[in-house]
């Protein structure tokens, strides 16, 4: 018997949506020693995650490996991609 794999979301959130976001960053001394604080605010959460600096490296390169398949530019609903000049 296999397991699925977990969806990339939670499909049954329905504050799920796209708007704007902010990623950020510090170092914080733990108990378990020096760790990444990853934080990541929307409008309807708050997410910290304290990382290695493997676990940090790994992010890292997912979202850039991620980020690079991206096809085309996602234009926010209303908003219109600026003309070149």
Not at 69 to 82: C, D, E, T, Y
């Amino acid at each position: 018997m296999t397991i699925p794999p977990d969806p990339p979301c939670d499909l049954g959130n329905e504050l799920l949506a796209a708007g704007p976001s902010r990623l950020t960053g510090s170092l914080a001394d733990t108990a378990d020693g020096q760790r990444f604080m990853l934080t990541i605010r929307t409008s309807s959460t708050t997410l910290s995650v304290f990382l290695t600096r493997e676990e940090a490296r790994g992010w890292g390169e997912s979202i850039i490996r991620l980020a690079a398949s991206m096809n085309g530019l996602a234009v926010a609903k209303g908003l219109r991609p600026m003309k070149p000049s």
